[in-house]
């Protein structure tokens, strides 16, 4: 191994969190292991029909040592040794209230089990209507409209609307809340030692995107505009932040007690966080005007472009145009849809329900015989969806869906909106529904690619990242098809933990800058999907059915 470098790359999700061992030096894999969030698999502390979705932050804590500890078992004792520097990323926004130490409340025995007190998963839409309470203060106020940069329009799923619901609903986590600290803030924190939300290095990334941050500003929105917004936020901003990193920057050196805890060398620079989309699309090789698709549960659409040529504009209805946020000295610009792959699972939800509710009273099987035949039935019902799918002739179906089951992100956020489906009769069947949706969530992408060209940024090429993007041919190619343009899909399994790997290189100074760790460590792309010009010309005429039916659901709501 000589004089090699290895960098860990960690990657916070939705269900778990991966941990990549990568030779810095060539991007090859030297270990991985990933680590499921144990009270979240058990639906702890969520209410989904409320739209509560909280996350304990001994999850993110176990979650990481076995997942290093594992990567590292693969890897090697002498690998371990050889690691130069860990960056972490997290889904986002996805804040938590903090003590005058920084300890997450939930980590205090009183609030153990207080949702309220947990980390705000980036999905919980509970607070709508302090959403909707920012944005009409923002145009009223007679002072600086702080949605300017967020693409004027303020989300339930960002920083603020969450303090704002939590601070108003439980007064014993407001009294108890020094401040308020973002999980990919809070992580390199927590690893360095230094948890003082006063003296935490903050994300560019996290607080540009959500928390209405920007240098025209001054940092965040004045004391002025959020006490008017509400008295309970009275001398919050002092508490918070003023400077922000972009995550080439070292947060500081790994602790001993978390280096002997990981199995890792001491001091090693940790890098500043961000969110998982935006060191995904790092790790997917983008580059100006590409647009990064990270598609999962939900889907984050990245783009980047010199400042110079786009820095000027104010782009409506996308979350927000954040200078460094992706790749420093880049304007970065992000979109996304707030549920995609989750539509397909709550389809799949429907369709499981009678046979688990049914099945759980029948004495014919031995328990364990229906956990394996539902457990069976769960892991095959999505592909065997997709298989015959597939096999309908494009706009023969007659049925159109909208994909806001879980609101709308881009463009233009709205979280009360809701999903439909119109065209339904006595034949429609299973599959004829589903790739209904899947055309529904391919409508929602080309939305996307629609605003950003209409507001005068050019989408030159389509790079896609993600367990989608590498396990399901059938929605990449609807979606390559509805929106006209070819989409390559990035090589890695673990483009986010890839990303995050290029940015432990940057700021542990094996690289000089990011895009000297993408030419270094780079999978390159798996694959290539081209559009059917047949198909297209029958989407174009679903599309309008889909918009149509969109503007007929936002006008009755």
Same mark, same amino acid.
């Given at each position: 191994m000589g004089g090699k470098s290895y960098v860990l790359g960690i990657d916070y999700g939705t269900d778990s969190v991966r941990a990549l061992i990568v030779d810095a030096d060539t991007g090859k894999t030297a270990g991985v292991a990933v680590s499921y969030y144990r009270r979240w698999r058990q639906g702890k502390f969520c209410v989904p029909e409320k739209n509560q979705f909280r996350q304990h932050p001994l999850d993110y804590i176990e979650g990481l040592v076995d997942a290093v500890q594992t990567a590292g078992k693969s890897a090697g004792i002498a690998?371990?040794?050889?690691?130069?520097?860990?960056?972490?990323?997290?889904?986002?926004?996805?804040?938590?209230?903090?003590?005058?130490?920084?300890?997450?409340?939930?980590?205090?025995?009183?609030?153990?089990?207080?949702?309220?007190?947990?980390?705000?998963?980036?999905?919980d839409h509970t607070g709508v209507r302090e959403a909707d309470e920012?944005?009409?203060?923002?145009?009223?106020?007679?002072?600086?409209?702080?949605?300017k940069y967020s693409?004027?329009?303020?989300?339930?799923?960002?920083?603020?609307?969450?303090?704002?619901?939590?601070?108003?609903?439980?007064?014993?986590?407001?009294?108890?809340?020094?401040?308020?600290?973002?999980?990919?803030?809070w992580l390199p924190a927590l690893l360095t030692g230094n948890t003082d939300p006063i003296a935490v290095k903050r994300s560019r990334c996290a607080a540009g995107h959500k928390a209405m941050w920007h240098n025209e500003f001054g940092g965040l929105p004045?004391?002025?505009?959020?006490?008017?917004?509400?008295?309970?936020?009275?001398?919050?901003?002092?508490?918070?932040?003023?400077e922000t990193?972009?995550?080439?920057?070292? =947060?500081?050196?790994?602790?001993? $007690? @978390?280096? !002997? #805890? &990981?199995? /890792?060398?001491?001091q090693i620079p940790v890098a500043v966080g961000a969110f998982d989309a935006h060191m995904g699309a790092v790790g997917g090789e983008i580059e100006p005007y590409a647009l990064s698709k990270v598609m999962g549960t939900s889907t984050c659409d990245m783009?980047?472009?010199?400042?110079?040529?786009?820095?000027?504009?104010?782009?409506?209805?996308?979350?927000?145009?954040?200078?460094?946020?992706?790749?420093?000295?880049?304007?970065?610009?992000?979109?996304?849809?707030? =549920?995609?792959?989750?539509?397909? $699972? @709550?389809? !799949? #939800? &429907?369709? /499981?329900?009678p046979t688990e509710s049914m099945l759980g009273r029948s004495k014919a099987l031995s328990k364990t015989a229906k956990a394996k035949l539902i457990d069976e039935l769960s892991d095959a019902l999505i592909a065997e969806l997709s298989k015959a799918a597939e096999k309908i002739p494009a706009g023969e179906t007659g049925i159109v869906a909208l994909d806001w089951l879980n609101g709308r992100r881009t463009p233009d956020a709205d979280q009360l909106l809701t999903g439909a489906i119109a065209g339904l009769n006595l034949g429609s069947t299973a599959p004829m529904i589903f790739r209904a949706l899947v055309e529904a969530t391919a409508f929602g992408a080309k939305k996307i690619v629609?605003?950003?060209?209409?507001?005068?940024?050019?989408?030159?090429?389509?790079?896609?990242?993600?367990?989608?993007?590498?396990?399901?041919?059938?929605?990449?190619?609807?979606?390559?098809?509805?929106?006209?343009?070819?989409?390559?899909?990035?090589?890695?399994?673990?483009?986010?933990?890839?990303?995050?790997?290029?940015?432990?290189?940057?700021?542990?100074?094996?690289?000089?800058?990011?895009?000297?760790?993408?030419?270094?460590?780079?999978?390159?792309?798996?694959?290539?999907?081209?559009?059917?010009?047949?198909?297209?010309?029958?989407?174009?005429?679903?599309?309008?059915?889909?918009?149509?039916?969109?503007?007929?659901?936002e006008q009755s709501r």
């Open positions: 690998v371990m040794k050889k690691i130069a520097g860990i960056a972490i990323d997290t889904t986002g926004s996805t804040p938590v209230a903090v003590d005058k130490s920084g300890t997450p409340l939930a980590l205090k025995k009183e609030f153990a089990d207080n949702p309220n007190a947990m980390f705000i998963l980036w999905k920012i944005n009409n203060l923002a145009r009223t106020w007679g002072g600086i409209d702080y949605t693409g004027g329009i303020y989300s339930s799923e960002w920083f603020w609307a969450k303090i704002l619901h939590t601070v108003r609903t439980d007064s014993a986590v407001r009294a108890a809340a020094y401040s308020w600290v973002e999980h990919c803030d004045s004391q002025d505009f959020l006490s008017k917004l509400d008295p309970l936020l009275d001398g919050i901003r002092a508490r918070l932040y003023t990193y972009t995550s080439d920057t070292a =947060a500081g050196k790994l602790s001993a $007690a @978390w280096a !002997k #805890k &990981l199995g /890792l060398p001491e783009l980047i472009a010199p400042n110079t040529e786009v820095g000027g504009k104010l782009i409506k209805g996308i979350c927000g145009q954040v200078d460094g946020s992706i790749v420093p000295g880049m304007l970065g610009m992000e979109a996304g849809q707030s =549920a995609f792959g989750d539509v397909y $699972a @709550w389809f !799949k #939800k &429907l369709i /499981l329900w629609d605003r950003f060209e209409a507001e005068g940024v050019p989408i030159k090429s389509v790079i896609a990242l993600g367990g989608i993007a590498k396990k399901s041919p059938f929605v990449m190619q609807t979606v390559c098809d509805v929106i006209g343009r070819p989409i390559k899909v990035a090589k890695s399994d673990q483009a986010c933990a890839l990303g995050a790997a290029m940015f432990a290189a940057v700021a542990s100074g094996v690289h000089q800058n990011v895009a000297a760790a993408q030419h270094a460590m780079g999978s390159g792309f798996a694959k290539e999907y081209k559009p059917d010009s047949r198909r297209g010309e029958i989407y174009r005429t679903l599309y309008e059915k889909y918009s149509k039916l969109g503007s007929f659901v």
